[in-house]
């Protein structure tokens, strides 16, 4: 198994571009989430997905931020317009029912 | 916010066991204390999970002490690659309301030294 795969695993880009970050699960996985990590508030729930319906957006930042998951082998994570206060690692995570929880490599953003 | 409080720091010997304390006084009836550990640059990695018993796999060990109020993750035999930031979390058992949510704390940085 390949395990929870996100792209790009690096992005730079300028204050006030969209960046679409990318996240597929694990087959057979029935959960997916997002997180986000800095230095100064460690991993943030962002969003949980339960087969494929958004089930709590409550850690969602802002209404720049927008997160979908239109089939179960894939989401994307969304911010637009990008500020540099954005900057972080983005880790999707999946899991099957209750089961453990499989995080990828993450992405890290780095806006300008 | 965290249930749990950890150390910030530990250091161990290469060879010899780390024991990872950490502190969930408050911990339910019907919550499980898990592990999970970042190695640099990583995404978080499962270690290990218990609710009141002693658990063992081929990664660490978990002691619960009786009363649940606190527990220690042992790796038996620490490596280099054994270097990380360990979490210890509190999880609503099953799949019911809230047991999706894993709070991460800031975690124990755990150094192995050669």
């Known amino acids: 198994d390949a395990g929870v795969i996100q792209s790009p695993r690096h992005e730079v880009t300028e204050m006030g571009q969209e960046v679409t970050l990318r996240c597929k699960p694990i087959?057979?996985?029935?959960?997916l989430f997002w997180y986000r990590q800095t230095m100064m508030r460690g991993l943030e729930l962002l969003i949980y997905?339960?087969?494929?319906?958004?089930?709590?957006d409550s850690g969602m930042p802002e209404d720049r931020f927008s997160a979908k998951m239109p089939n179960a082998s894939f989401s994307t994570l969304k911010i637009q317009p990008s500020e540099p206060r954005d900057s972080a690692v983005y880790f999707c995570?999946?899991?099957?029912?209750?089961?453990?929880?499989?995080f990828g490599e993450g992405s890290r953003l780095t806006v300008l | 916010d965290a249930k749990t409080t950890q150390p910030t720091s530990m250091d161990c010997a290469e060879g010899r066991a780390a024991n990872l304390p950490c502190n969930h006084s408050?911990?339910?009836?019907?919550?499980?204390v898990y592990w999970y550990r970042q190695i640099h640059s990583q995404g978080p990695q499962y270690i290990i999970h218990g609710l009141k018993n002693n658990e063992t796999n081929e990664m660490a060990s978990l002691i619960i002490t009786e009363d649940r109020k606190s527990s220690t993750l042992i790796l038996p035999h620490a490596t280099l690659r054994d270097t990380a930031v360990y979490y210890c979390?509190?999880?609503?058992?099953?799949?019911?309301?809230?047991?999706?949510?894993?709070?991460f704390g800031k975690g124990t940085k755990l150094s192995v030294i050669p």
């Open positions: 979390i509190v999880r609503v058992a099953g799949s019911g309301a809230g047991s999706y949510q894993l709070t």
């Open positions: 995570a999946s899991r099957m029912d209750s089961g453990e929880l499989f």
């Open positions: 408050t911990i339910s009836g019907n919550e499980y």
């Open positions: 997905f339960n087969n494929n319906v958004p089930i709590d």
């Open positions: 087959s057979g996985h029935n959960s």
